[in-house]
T-cell receptor, first 112, second 115 residues
């Protein structure tokens, strides 16, 4: 089983739609979780950290479900500029500098 | 604020030639440093990470090596490139210490093509 698994998509949604991605992780001892965004042929950029209580940043909401070992990202009122690949990132090595394991990403295309 | 610089942006090299990619971080001390490779349409593969000068951990055995001669400098090298070394190489840094709960921040990447 992969350490971090994501549905690769693609998700094609109309502008203004709400879209949600899930990501599962295998190590129940994982402590830190993040969502990154990667545009085509660009470097990944941190979108948001995921906290145990869930957190929101504008149109983006991240949730953590430790019991089921998954995290989610909800995007409301999708914009054309949201088109990108979204990477689920987990730290399964608590206390280790090795730190993060990246999922393969979910591709989102927002259509006009 | 912290910045990370990575160069060159693109590189075309023949099979069997050497490689040297450089990455430097500014605005922070003793960062953790990372080299990743991303093949076309694939996820990120961690190649090396470093918690300090001359302290390098290798994740994947291959014909690449890494060095950290200065606190904020990380170099990826190869003596003889293979076709399979083609890809998008990314350097990243994170704050050191803590419980490993720090995000990583990436440079712009180097797109390497082997001919």
């Amino acid at each position: 089983r992969k350490e971090v698994e994501q549905d690769p998509g693609p998700f094609n949604v109309p502008e203004g739609a709400t879209v949600a991605f899930n990501c599962t992780y295998s190590n129940s001892a994982s402590q830190s979780f993040f969502w990154y965004r990667q545009d085509c042929r660009k470097e990944p950029k941190l979108l948001m950290s995921v906290y145990s209580s869930g957190n929101e940043d504008g149109r983006f909401t991240a949730q953590l479900n430790r019991a089921s070992q998954y995290i989610s990202l909800l995007i409301r009122d999708s914009k054309l500029s949201d088109s990108a690949t979204y990477l689920c990132v987990v730290n399964p090595y608590s206390g280790s500098a090795r730190q993060l394991t990246f999922g393969s990403g979910t591709q989102l295309t927002v259509l006009p | 604020s912290q910045t990370i610089h990575q160069w060159p942006a693109t590189l075309v090299q023949p099979v069997g030639s050497p490689l040297s990619l450089e990455c430097t971080v500014e605005g922070t001390s003793n960062p953790n440093l990372y080299w990743y490779r991303q093949a076309a349409g694939r996820g990120l593969q961690l190649l090396f990470y470093s918690i300090g000068i001359d302290q390098i951990s290798s994740e994947v055995p291959q014909n690449l090596s890494a060095s950290r001669p200065q606190d904020r400098q990380f170099i990826l090298s190869s003596k003889k490139l293979l076709l399979s070394d083609s890809g998008f190489y990314l350097c990243a840094w994170s704050v050191s210490g803590g419980a490993g709960n720090q995000p990583q921040h990436f440079g712009d990447g180097t797109r390497l093509s082997i001919l």
